[in-house]
């Protein structure tokens, strides 16, 4: 019980921690964190040229073993973001002439993680979000590398909240962090053009409440016949984004969808006069409003960028970490695109804040984990401003521009000044956006208009499943009984808490 205790504590540093780094917040290549898959790399593609002046001097003749690196791009990523990672894998192989570099494409889930661990084909690196990694330290499902990242000198830039997700009761540390990320609002501004939704300076008329979200929604319908918002209800999907909603109508605190009692129980609370309001609200954005996307129970993560990204939806509930999804991905000009705080509610302004790790095998030795993260520091994801931590950085950031991704600063996801002022630089060296569509979410963590929150503190991914199923329920049935389908969920993940954590 302590270990839930903890972790909760834990989750409330880190949004503390990303609240404090928020004027350097932005993209950060990747996918937004749990529970929609992680993307295969922090880095996309790049002219050949972006990495010559990564170094091909031998850094160790010794160090013999073999990686696979599961954070390698699929087969169907652009011809240049391979290019990149054969770069990479080059220069690696360079520097460490005995290491034996294997890509892997890998698209981690905790469903078809967990027999892969078990059965020893694992990827030797693998990029979980942050829901999970004490679910798989706890069942022995990670590898242990605290004594590699301390042959690497890393322990020391570690903040303390990443090192308790990280790490253990007894300090063994079995991932380090990636990546941050902060749900927002996904503006496809073409169709807020095409439904006249745009100021006098020429910007979008973002929402900013949920109930201007779904006026604004009614009217771009109305006005070009496309869903004024896109959602994601298949999978755990719609759970995720509704728990978002429902803070901002006031599931916080003793209203909370989990609460736990003084003597240490977990109780289920989806039945609160704000939780029901918050999925009364939903309902209403399909039979009252009309915004939603016709297949709303079918669209995942993937579908819902690519509907705002073709044009097929004007809004969708995303993170600064996905913004190369629909523009680079679908191919909506980085000029048609915005991000913006999530709305406010009548309860509050609330934005989900998580991340994605890298993290080991549980097979992994110290020597591949020490040529895991020579990889990873190459590739300018290891806090070093070095020649070549550099080129690999400006090869990621000259890549997102070429292909039509917009070019960000990150969530500094270290402890090291240094390195974030350097991330910096270089985002500003190849930045091509208009910095109007994205500073009012930037603004909304250091003007105190948003509160960052972390996800649910237990067993978050049973909750969305559960959640979901009551989403669905009543986008697709006009006289379904809302309290009705809470309160059997309710009982649902009541049952569950109390099979796995209230024994």
Same mark, same amino acid.
Request: aromatic share 10%; net charge negative; proline share 6%.
């Given at each position: 019980?302590?270990?839930?205790?903890?972790?909760?504590?834990?989750?409330?540093?880190?949004?503390? #921690?990303?609240?404090?780094?928020?004027?350097?917040?932005?993209?950060?290549?990747?996918?937004?964190?749990?529970?929609?898959?992680?993307?295969?790399?922090?880095?996309?593609?790049?002219?050949?040229?972006?990495?010559?002046?990564?170094?091909?001097?031998?850094?160790?003749?010794? #160090?013999?073993?073999?990686?696979?690196?599961?954070?390698?791009?699929?087969?169907?990523?652009?011809?240049?973001? #391979?290019?990149?990672?054969?770069?990479?894998?080059?220069?690696?192989?360079? @520097?460490? *002439?005995?290491?034996?570099?294997?890509?892997?494409? +890998?698209?981690?889930?905790?469903?078809? +993680?967990?027999?892969?661990?078990?059965?020893?084909?694992?990827?030797?690196?693998?990029?979980?979000?942050?829901?999970? *990694?004490?679910?798989?330290?706890?069942?022995?499902?990670?590898?242990?590398?605290?004594?590699?990242?301390?042959?690497?000198?890393?322990?020391?830039?570690?903040?303390?909240?990443?090192?308790?997700?990280?790490?253990?009761?007894?300090?063994?540390?079995?991932?380090?962090?990636?990546?941050?990320?902060?749900?927002?609002?996904?503006?496809?501004?073409?169709?807020?053009?095409?439904?006249?939704?745009?100021?006098?300076?020429?910007?979008?008329?973002?929402?900013?409440?949920?109930?201007?979200?779904?006026?604004?929604?009614?009217?771009?319908?109305?006005?070009?016949?496309?869903?004024?918002?896109?959602?994601?209800?298949?999978?755990? +999907?719609?759970?995720?984004?509704?728990?978002?909603?429902?803070?901002?109508?006031?599931?916080?605190?003793?209203?909370?969808?989990?609460? @736990?009692?003084?003597?240490?129980?977990?109780?289920?609370?989806?039945?609160?006069?704000?939780?029901?309001?918050?999925?009364?609200?939903?309902?209403?954005?399909?039979?009252?409003?009309?915004?939603?996307?016709?297949?709303?129970?079918?669209?995942?993560?993937?579908?819902?960028?690519?509907?705002?990204?073709?044009?097929?939806?004007?809004?969708?509930?995303?993170?600064?970490?996905?913004?190369?999804?629909?523009?680079?991905?679908?191919?909506?000009?980085?000029?048609?695109?915005?991000?913006?705080?999530?709305?406010?509610?009548?309860?509050?302004?609330?934005?989900?804040?998580?991340?994605?790790?890298?993290?080991?095998?549980?097979?992994?030795?110290?020597?591949?984990?020490?040529?895991?993260?020579?990889? #990873?520091?190459?590739?300018?994801?290891?806090?070093?401003?070095?020649?070549?931590?550099?080129?690999?950085?400006?090869?990621?950031?000259?890549?997102?521009?070429?292909?039509?991704?917009?070019?960000?600063?990150?969530?500094?996801?270290?402890?090291?000044?240094?390195?974030?002022?350097?991330?910096?630089?270089?985002?500003?060296? +190849?930045?091509?956006?208009?910095?109007?569509?994205?500073?009012?979410?930037?603004?909304?963590?250091?003007?105190?208009?948003?509160?960052?929150?972390?996800?649910?503190?237990?067993?978050?991914?049973?909750?969305?499943?559960?959640?979901?199923?009551?989403?669905?329920?009543?986008?697709?049935?006009?006289?379904?009984?809302?309290?009705?389908?809470?309160?059997?969920?309710?009982?649902?993940? @009541?049952?569950?808490?109390?099979?796995?954590?209230?024994?």
């Amino acid at each position: 019980m302590k270990k839930f205790i903890r972790f909760l504590s834990v989750i409330t540093a880190l949004c503390i #921690l990303l609240a404090a780094c928020s004027s350097e917040t932005a993209d950060t290549g990747g996918v937004t964190g749990s529970p929609p898959t992680p993307d295969t790399s922090n880095t996309s593609a790049a002219p050949p040229t972006e990495l010559e002046d990564i170094s091909g001097d031998v850094i160790d003749a010794d #160090l013999t073993c073999t990686i696979q690196l599961g954070n390698w791009p699929p087969d169907t990523a652009p011809a240049a973001e #391979l290019a990149l990672f054969e770069g990479y894998k080059a220069a690696m192989e360079r @520097q460490y *002439p005995n290491v034996t570099v294997i890509p892997s494409y +890998y698209s981690y889930t905790l469903a078809n +993680y967990v027999p892969m661990a078990k059965g020893g084909t694992a990827p030797t690196l693998f990029q979980p979000p942050f829901t999970d *990694p004490q679910l798989l330290i706890g069942q022995d499902l990670a590898g242990d590398v605290t004594d590699a990242l301390k042959q690497f000198g890393l322990l020391d830039k570690f903040s303390p909240s990443f090192i308790e997700l990280l790490g253990d009761e007894n300090g063994r540390i079995y991932g380090l962090p990636r990546d941050g990320y902060v749900l927002g609002l996904h503006i496809n501004i073409n169709l807020f053009e095409e439904a006249g939704l745009m100021t006098d300076d020429g910007l979008p008329m973002f929402p900013k409440t949920l109930q201007e979200m779904a006026e604004y929604g009614q009217i771009i319908r109305e006005k070009t016949g496309k869903a004024g918002l896109v959602f994601p209800a298949s999978e755990t +999907y719609g759970g995720w984004l509704y728990t978002n909603i429902a803070w901002n109508f006031g599931a916080v605190g003793e209203n909370a969808l989990e609460i @736990q009692n003084a003597d240490g129980r977990w109780v289920a609370n989806f039945t609160s006069d704000a939780a029901v309001a918050a999925m009364e609200y939903l309902k209403s954005l399909r039979w009252e409003y009309d915004i939603l996307n016709a297949d709303a129970t079918t669209t995942d993560w993937a579908g819902a960028h690519s509907a705002l990204g073709t044009g097929e939806a004007a809004m969708n509930f995303a993170a600064d970490d996905s913004v190369a999804e629909p523009t680079a991905g679908k191919g909506l000009a980085v000029d048609k695109f915005a991000l913006i705080p999530f709305p406010a509610g009548p309860g509050g302004a609330y934005a989900l804040t998580g991340g994605t790790c890298f993290m080991f095998a549980p097979n992994t030795t110290i020597d591949e984990a020490v040529a895991s993260l020579a990889f #990873l520091k190459l590739i300018g994801m290891l806090p070093y401003v070095t020649d070549d931590t550099v080129a690999g950085m400006r090869a990621g950031s000259a890549a997102k521009r070429e292909r039509g991704a917009p070019v960000l600063p990150p969530i500094p996801a270290w402890n090291d000044a240094e390195f974030t002022a350097m991330q910096r630089q270089i985002a500003e060296e +190849y930045a091509n956006v208009d910095m109007r569509l994205y500073n009012d979410f930037f603004d909304s963590f250091t003007d105190g208009s948003i509160a960052l929150k972390g996800e649910e503190p237990v067993f978050a991914q049973q909750l969305y499943r559960e959640l979901t199923a009551v989403v669905q329920n009543v986008i697709t049935r006009e006289e379904s009984d809302v309290h009705r389908q809470l309160e059997r969920a309710q009982e649902r993940f @009541q049952e569950y808490l109390d099979d796995e954590i209230n024994r």
